[in-house]
Every structure is written in C-alpha cells, then in structure tokens.
C-alpha cells in the first residue's frame, strides 16, 4: 500500500511486509519487533508445517527406508517421524527443496528438482495468500497489535496477483542490500551453498549456460555445490531489478546500511517514516 507519513504514524495496527534477499536482515529485523507487540509471520515456516509438511516427511522416510533397521520399525509402527520445524529452524524445508546434480553427491535428478521446485512454488503462493487471515488472527486470537510478513527471498518470483494480496494488506518493504553487503551475501552464499529456488525460465536458461561452459553432457554430472556457487550471483543480480519494480510500484525501500543501526521499534518506525517520505 501506498500511504504518507501521518497516516503511517495513526495506523493503529500496522502491517508490514519485508521484502528482499535471504540475509538482508528480514529475521534480524523481525526479532527485534517480536519483543514489542509484533506478531512474527513467518513465510518458511508456513511453508513447511502447513503446505510442505507431508512431502518433506515422505523424503524423510523414503531415505529411513533404505535402512533395514529403521524399515521395519516403521512398517511395523513401532517409531514414528515428525518434523521438528520451527522459525529458528527451516532445514527440513531447505532439505527438501534439494539441489540440482549429481546423486553420488546428494544431487537431485532435473524432473525430480523441478517437481520440488513447483511444489514450493505452490507453497509459497498459498502462504502469502494466507496473510490477511494471519493478520487477523494475530490480532484478534493471539492479541498482538501489529503484524510482521517475514517473506521469503523467492517472493519477487511470484506473480503480480499475490503482490497485490500483499499490498493491500500491508505495507512493503524493500530491504535493498548495498554493493558492500551484495558482495557478503554473494560471498556467503559461495562458502555455504544452499538450496534455492528458482523461477523455471531462469533455471533452463542458466542450467544451458553451465552445462555448455563445463562441457558436461548430463545433469547427473552436475557438482550440486559448484552448481550453486555459480548460480547465486546471476540469481541475486536477476532478483534485484524484481525487487525495485515492486518496490516502486506499491511499497517503498531502505537500505541493509540503514537497516543496521536499527536496534529497537522506535528505531524502525522512524526508519520507515523515512522511508514514506522519501515516496521510493
């Protein structure tokens, strides 16, 4: 939503949606305002406990099969598998969601990524679409004065009708890294890399590119680290001109320098003030 700073300062209950790439400072942030009558809405951890939970324990207990031991205690329903997710812990999502490449190496087989991939997808969709319902919910269920959307990075990815649900209901922001911080991401990113999601067109064209510039004739070839290594970049540099359009078109932008001197809710409401009054 687009509003000036006076109706943003009367806004009784606000609303705000964070928008930007994983390690901007999203959770950093909504940490902070969870101690001061905030409700923590969570995009991944909807993701995994309501819309992925039951395909995240059938490849948990697709890999227990393969243990004689543990089948047939399973078959025999003797234990029994859960997921232990919480906001502070996603692996279970991060796990599943895989990465592309060899199988020797952990890799994932291309039909079986994508089928990942689409179901996240999904899962995302249905998860920002529930946040109006959780805006109400926090604050008439659980007592909570205002509201904070902690989406995921892959949320730019979506399509304009899910932003839209987004922008009426809340206000976005864009966490915009600067080139200092871009580069600690990306160089993080490449020390530890993890599972991604990637919009489908994206994927084929980069996958075309790295398979011709490795001279590998098979997915199954793939290195899944190396993959992601040389991935993130082109990624996060596609991302940003996504960000920038939705931010430029219903929410507003501040940067990861400003963001760090932010230490307690007055500091970030003044933060987004002046956000609203700079209109980006």
Same mark, same amino acid.
């Given at each position: 939503?687009?509003?000036?700073?006076?109706?943003f300062?009367?806004?009784?209950?606000?609303?705000?949606?964070?928008?930007?790439?994983?390690?901007?400072?999203?959770?950093?942030?909504?940490n902070?305002?969870?101690?001061?009558?905030?409700?923590?809405?969570s995009?991944?951890?909807?993701?995994?406990?309501?819309?992925?939970?039951?395909p995240?324990?059938?490849?948990?207990?697709?890999?227990?099969?393969?243990?004689?031991?543990?089948?047939?205690l399973?078959?025999?329903?003797?234990?029994?598998?859960?997921?232990?997710?919480?906001?502070?812990?996603?692996?279970?999502?991060?796990?599943?969601?895989?990465?592309?490449?060899?199988?020797?190496?952990?890799?994932?087989? !291309?039909? #079986?990524f994508?089928?990942?991939?689409?179901?996240?997808? *999904?899962?995302?969709?249905? +998860? @920002?679409? $529930?946040?109006? =319902?959780?805006?109400?919910?926090?604050?008439?269920?659980?007592?909570?004065?205002?509201?904070?959307?902690?989406?995921?990075?892959?949320?730019?990815?979506?399509?304009?009708?899910?932003i839209?649900?987004?922008?009426?209901?809340?206000?976005?922001?864009?966490?915009?890294?600067?080139?200092?911080?871009?580069?600690?991401?990306?160089?993080?990113a490449?020390?530890?890399?993890?599972?991604?999601?990637?919009?489908?067109?994206? !994927?084929? #064209?980069?996958?075309?590119?790295?398979?011709?510039?490795? *001279?590998?004739?098979?997915? +199954? @070839?793939? $290195?899944?680290? =190396?993959?992601?290594r040389?991935?993130?970049?082109?990624?996060?540099?596609?991302?940003?001109?996504?960000?920038?359009?939705?931010?430029?078109?219903?929410?507003?932008?501040?940067?990861?320098?400003?963001?760090?001197?932010?230490?307690?809710?007055?500091?970030?409401?003044?933060?987004?003030?002046?956000?609203?009054a700079?209109?980006?």
């Open positions: 939503m687009k509003i000036d700073v006076k109706e300062k009367d806004w009784e209950n606000k609303s705000i949606t964070l928008l930007g790439m994983s390690g901007v400072g999203k959770s950093y942030l909504s902070i305002l969870m101690n001061h009558d905030w409700f923590h809405y995009g991944d951890y909807r993701i995994g406990t309501c819309y992925l939970d039951e995240i324990l059938d490849n948990i207990k697709l890999q227990a099969m393969q243990v004689p031991f543990l089948r047939e399973l078959r025999s329903d003797s234990i029994y598998i859960c997921n232990n997710i919480t906001v502070n812990n996603l692996n279970p999502v991060s796990t599943f969601l895989g990465k592309l490449g060899n199988p020797d190496s952990g890799g994932l087989p !291309l039909a #079986e994508k089928h990942r991939q689409n179901l996240h997808r *999904e899962a995302e969709i249905a +998860a @920002m679409n $529930d946040v109006p =319902e959780f805006i109400d919910k926090a604050q008439n269920i659980y007592g909570y004065k205002h509201f904070i959307n902690d989406a995921g990075g892959s949320l730019c990815e979506l399509d304009d009708e899910v839209k649900v987004l922008s009426e209901n809340t206000l976005i922001l864009y966490i915009k890294a600067t080139k200092h911080d871009e580069e600690e991401l990306i160089h993080r490449q020390e530890y890399p993890k599972p991604l999601y990637y919009r489908d067109a994206f !994927l084929d #064209e980069q996958l075309a590119v790295y398979m011709k510039e490795n *001279e590998l004739p098979y997915v +199954a @070839m793939i $290195d899944p680290d =190396e993959f992601v040389w991935i993130f970049p082109r990624l996060f540099r596609a991302r940003v001109p996504r960000y920038e359009a939705i931010a430029d078109k219903y929410g507003y932008t501040i940067s990861t320098e400003e963001l760090a001197k932010v230490n307690s809710e007055a500091d970030f409401l003044a933060l987004v003030e002046q956000a609203v700079r209109g980006v």
